[in-house]
């Protein structure tokens, strides 16, 4: 168990590096650089004026050159100062350690993928079970399609949609940021329910469309599952339906879903960038979509590299969690 | 402009009528007594996040926008565009144009009581030329040959020519509390977030991604804002922007053309919202590549400026929002000149030009032809504006009624500056310029500004207009300077380097219950410290400090 461990964890590096390889290539391949937003279209710069800027930037530097530095930085764990104007250090826009732990940007992100990774998993389980033991009846009809109008209607579209509904016409639920105006001037429980009011529409759009992956998932191993010969034994020997299905049948059917669970972050964080910028919340997807339109390179590849490290670490839990709940796994 | 205030003088007379017991507060906000009153904050709704608050480093709007409100130049520009003072009281030109010298207000405090000097004018002049400063906008000093303190309060510099532009350099990007930061490197203190200024607000409170709150500056030296608190919130789409304004969310946005004339003219935006409408200083062109064969020839480009109907163009991209353009200013200003010839929608003449030119349609398809080749060309724009796209589509069909086909490329903005603009790789574009409110525009035109990055990027070369360009920017004569516009403005509209498009209008939306907003020709903002909302009407708590 701790040598498999200890090798995965030195697998992850090999894999953690081509990732920024190759995520500083293709950031830098894109047309445009940092210092466009001082100098693009602004007839008052002269092309001394910009050289003198790309060179305070360090972009005159051979592309190896710039990954070698950037490459010295990062394995002390510092990611370098954002080329926005402010230059601040990335790593204070990701996780400012001056804001409330509420206010930090991964933090946020965080929370709401976490809540909704909840959501989805709470619904889209106990869907996918139902679909396959009432297989191709009216209601696995009627939940199916319902799944995949939420895979195919658009987030934003949506999003726009119930801010109608919830904000304006019922006035029921705050449209867009995390917490209303006057949220210092409210009582202990006045804030909780601000914020969480907050998070109702985002966390509900960023799950409604991963509802239709999951319970399809789910009912497709379900199926496989109930048409085991250790299941037609289970009900052979006289066991209940009930106790057919939610003691046998779900517990194996369930063990392929933990691997989903590693392999949902990139797609979670993708989404943020998405429902971020609609309803207006400053998590790491906001920040992320912003550097890349300012081709902020620091930023940017630091947003990656924690991207990608949290996708890997998914996919190392799920291994383990895997190896937990199956002994055949663990045997090998 | 007209029509709009009179509707609105007679929805007042309306409101005025029904006569609502004072207090309740459904009633129509514009029905209250108009007495102005300190209190309450303004929202305002912003798509980008401001990034650093010290203009000398900013490069984006969003940070201009709230630096502006913080800092203050030397002088400004006044509501019929002429320059008046600001931080200087008064100021003097040498006979040569050579020296300005700038007598400065007195008494004017930093926010942490220490009085402003000509010293700080120094310290910002000297750090904005300095090599380590990451600037954009130090080509203006480069100019001075010489600054000198005379007196704490007198300020004077010297220019090796004369420079028309160089008064309203003068502006807050020079303008830096000295005692703060002197011996410090400006990029590395934590100023830009935590800035000391002496405008009419003060950085109260930045939630990165959320909001920038300001509050009033009660020393502030043309009087304390009525308005307590300016609220900057950071809503990044549009859209929702526009749902948290009808939510009460915010007080104020730009509108776009549909918001302006079809969304907001439910029953509660007429009774909650005034809406603002004025020319913005831009315009957008229709731009050829004048080393591409099909344009060379001056006949052409007439000819297509004869064949797109401008009005058309204003009306349905723009739903009438805005002016059509006869050159590179707006209408209405001190340099426009309201003579200039233009062809008008004319397709026989546009039809003439191009045969005189050579081009005719000898196979029958449709499409003209000269020496064997169909006249086809792509017309490029950005991603992400739909006023561009939709106005090159109107081009496009107008243009294949005189037998031209047109193709359409929409590309993302760096990679069409980058790759097309830059490498000189476009037969047409259509682009947008914002102007500044001096007329200068010698990077535009000039044609020792054509190598790649720079803005002559049509490759425009007319020795007349580069001596008119040279002469515009070295006098200070306002009546020498419009005769040198007024001219090139002539031969621009004959030679059409660009086909210009439109002026469009800035489209704000602002809460009813703020009074005192008077619209002119540079917009709404410039009296902000002058807004209020009478007692009765504050919806937001006083401010605790």
Sequence with gaps: MISFLAKRLLEMIPTLLGITILSFLIIHLAPGKPTDVLTEMNPKITPEARERLEKYYGLDKPLYVQYGLWLKRVVKFDFGESFSTDRRPVIAKIWDTKQPLMERRLFITFVINALSMLLIFLIAIPIGVFSATHQNSFADKVTTVTVFIGFAAPAFWLALLLMMLFGIQLGWLPISGLKSMDYDTLSFFGKVWDRAGHLILPVFISSFGGLAGLSRFMRGSMLEVIRQDYITAARAKGLREKEVVYRHALRNALLPIITLLGLAVPGLIGGSVIFENIFGIPGMGQLFYMSVMTRDYPLVMGILTIGAFLTLIGNLLADIGYMLADPRIRAK | ?545
């Excluded at chain 2, 200013?329 to 000149?337: A, Q």
Aim: with cysteine.
């Design chain 2, 1 to 545: 402009m007209k029509k709009i205030l009179s509707i609105m003088f007679l929805f007042i007379l309306i409101s005025g009528c029904r006569q609502e017991p004072a207090g309740n507060g459904n009633q129509a906000v514009t029905a209250i007594s108009d007495e102005p009153a300190y209190g309450d904050a303004l929202v305002a709704g912003s798509i980008g996040e401001p990034s650093i608050l010290i203009p000398m480093l900013a490069g984006d709007s969003a940070s201009h926008d709230v630096a502006g409100l913080i800092f203050n130049g030397l002088v400004k520009y006044h509501t019929d565009l002429s320059v008046i003072g600001d931080l200087a009281e008064s100021w003097d030109i040498s006979a040569d144009g050579l020296v300005i010298t700038f007598h400065l207000r007195k008494g004017v405090k930093w926010f942490d009581g220490v009085e402003f000097t000509a010293e700080d004018i120094m310290f910002g002049y000297k750090t904005i030329i300095d090599e380590k400063t990451p600037t954009a906008y130090q080509e203006d000093y480069l100019q001075v040959e010489k600054a000198e303190v005379l007196a704490p309060q007198t300020f004077r510099v010297t220019y090796r020519k004369p420079f028309a532009p160089a008064l309203t350099s003068w502006g807050n990007l020079v303008v830096l509390p000295k005692h703060l930061l002197e011996g410090r490197d400006i990029t590395k203190t934590d100023f830009g977030r935590n800035p000391v200024g002496l405008g009419r607000y003060k950085l109260r409170n930045w939630t990165p991604g959320q909001e920038v709150i300001l509050e009033s500056n009660r020393d502030y030296f043309q009087g304390r804002p009525y308005i307590d608190r300016y609220i900057y919130r950071i809503i990044p789409d549009p859209a929702t922007m526009f749902l948290e304004l009808k939510a009460g969310g915010i007080d104020l946005m730009g509108l776009t053309p549909i918001q302006y004339t079809k969304q907001t003219d439910t029953k509660h935006f007429v009774e909650n919202f005034r809406k603002f409408r004025y020319p913005v200083f831009a315009y957008t062109y229709l731009g050829f590549n004048l080393r591409h064969p099909f344009f060379k020839d001056k006949r052409v480009r007439q000819a297509i400026a004869c064949a797109i109907d401008k009005k058309e163009i204003v009306d349905v991209v723009l739903f009438g929002l805005g002016k059509p353009a006869t050159g590179p200013y707006v209408p209405d200003t001190w340099p426009y000149n309201p003579n200039v010839r233009t062809c008008g929608y004319d397709l026989g003449k546009a039809k003439e030009l191009l045969n005189l030119a050579g081009w005719a349609d000898r196979d029958g398809d449709g499409v003209l032809e000269k020496d064997g080749s169909p006249f086809a060309f792509t017309i490029l724009t950005n991603m992400g504006n739909s006023l561009r796209m939709n106005t090159a589509t109107i081009i496009q069909r107008r243009l294949a009624k005189i037998g031209i086909k047109v193709d359409i490329r929409v590309l993302e903005w760096s990679t069409f500056i980058n790759e097309f603009i830059d490498k000189r790789r476009f037969q047409a574009v259509i682009l947008g310029w914002n102007i500044g409110l001096d007329p200068d525009q010698y990077d535009i035109w000039h044609s020792g500004k054509t190598k790649e990055k720079e803005f002559n990027f049509v490759g425009y070369n007319n020795p007349e207009v580069d001596e008119l360009l040279e002469k515009g920017r070295r006098t200070f004569n306002m009546e020498e300077r419009k005769k040198a516009y007024f001219r090139i403005q002539e031969i621009l509209a004959e030679e059409l380097p660009y086909i210009f498009l439109y002026v469009p209008d800035a489209t704000p939306i602002i809460h009813a219950r703020f009074r005192g907003i008077k619209p002119s020709p540079i917009g709404i903002s410039y009296n902000l410290e002058r807004w209020y909302v009478p007692k009765a009407l504050q919806r937001h708590a006083a401010m605790q400090p």
